[in-house]
């Protein structure tokens, strides 16, 4: 893998850098505010950063992969605050439409997407079919020009505050393949007979709802693909989701995090951190985020090269969701009572963040599909082995 900067490459990188000089001017980020994020919204959409790899035509920012790249990796590594408001949408929603779309879809909801002005969440999951997203069960009726929807879904990201869903529902039970038969709409969360009821975590989050579906009405031209197509839909949408182009930097400031509390923190008059046990954990921990950045990079080698993707990108979404949850676990444990203190808590460590993100594992761990899935995949598409 050769991955010296062309000289554009570098000029975009230097640009890159000389706005985050002029812009974050050495806030922290407890610094950032509502109005730091209007006006910091602004200027990155103003530059096209928003939907960077989006083709131009449609208001991205038609940048290459390299480019992409740089643009994430400068900004996590600066922790600068995310480029878009609106994350399912520029994750899994935006992509999917400009692939799939209609001229009227893509006119409709991508500038909206891009401006942030509402989000969206997936109706994917349903109960007893969380781990076999083919299998779901959730019904779509064709009546005139509009589906006639009735089911259930679970585990829905966002759906407490959306205002839009892409849904999965089956139009077809007679079909060979349960592959087949499954169509995407894009639903409206206003409309009568969408029944949303939260799924509060243990940190008090509620990220995830459970999401009832009665009589609802969607017309025909929110279908999103053809009807028979979602499945197909889906699988590019995740395969969108999994880049984590910018997940290992995030990673790397989580753990440099840790090791600042494990130096801040004492045991015997002793920092912590020169603990033998400590550092041996935390040099684990190191080398598993290593190991992500370098299956990113072969990913990212096939996608320079042109070459057929396979599914590393669930490797890395394994790594990650244990990592998030290993690290936090790690920081309550060594820190002992004072790691279990919430936020709002005089006794709380550095405001409690630990332990709020050891409770808080769903939000990393279910979405975008649990480990469970990741290993399947891992082991059918990339192993070669047996399906479960």
Request: include cysteine.
């Amino acid at each position: 893998m050769d991955f010296d900067l062309t000289k554009d490459e570098i000029a975009f990188r230097d640009e890159v850098r000389q706005f985050l000089d002029d812009n974050l001017k050495q806030k922290t980020d407890n610094e950032f505010g509502v109005s730091f994020d209007a006006d910091w919204n602004k200027k990155v959409r103003e530059k096209r950063w928003v939907g960077f790899g989006w083709p131009k035509e449609v208001g991205g920012g038609g940048g290459t992969i390299m480019e992409q790249v740089i643009l994430k990796e400068e900004m996590a590594t600066r922790k600068a605050p995310a480029l878009g408001t609106c994350f399912m949408g520029l994750a899994w929603v935006g992509p999917s439409i400009i692939e799939y779309g209609t001229e009227e879809q893509k006119k409709r909801f991508i500038p909206d997407i891009l401006d942030g002005k509402y989000q969206w969440c997936t109706g994917y999951s349903e109960p007893n079919y969380g781990s076999d997203l083919a299998s779901l069960q959730c019904k779509g009726v064709l009546e005139g020009d509009e589906y006639v929807v009735n089911g259930q879904k679970i585990w829905t990201s966002l759906a407490p505050f959306a205002a839009w869903m892409i849904l999965l529902v089956r139009t077809d039970f007679d079909t060979q393949s349960k592959h087949e038969g499954i169509t995407c709409l894009l639903v409206d969360m206003k409309t009568p007979g969408i029944e949303v009821r939260p799924i509060e975590n243990m940190a008090g989050g509620r990220f995830f709802a459970e999401v009832f579906f009665t009589d609802v009405r969607v017309p025909v031209e929110n279908r999103l693909g053809k009807e028979g197509q979602g499945w197909a839909v889906t699988v590019s949408a995740l395969a969108n989701e999994r880049s984590s182009i910018a997940e290992v930097s995030a990673l790397q400031r989580r753990l440099e995090s840790l090791i600042t509390t494990a130096r801040q923190a004492t045991r015997h008059g002793k920092p912590l951190l020169e603990d033998p046990g400590i550092r041996r954990q935390i040099a684990r921990f190191e080398a598993r985020i290593e190991a992500m950045r370098l299956n990113g990079m072969r990913y990212l080698t096939k996608q320079i090269k042109g070459e057929p993707l396979s599914s590393e990108t669930s490797v890395n979404k394994l790594h990650r969701a244990n990592l998030e949850v290993d690290m936090a676990e790690f920081a309550v444990e060594f820190l002992g009572n004072a790691g279990l203190h919430m936020r709002g808590s005089d006794d709380a460590v550095e405001g409690g963040k630990w332990i709020f993100n050891s409770l808080s594992w769903p939000d990393v761990v279910i979405g975008g599909g649990t480990p469970n899935i990741q290993r399947n995949i891992i082991a059918e598409r990339i192993l070669g082995l047996p399906k479960d």
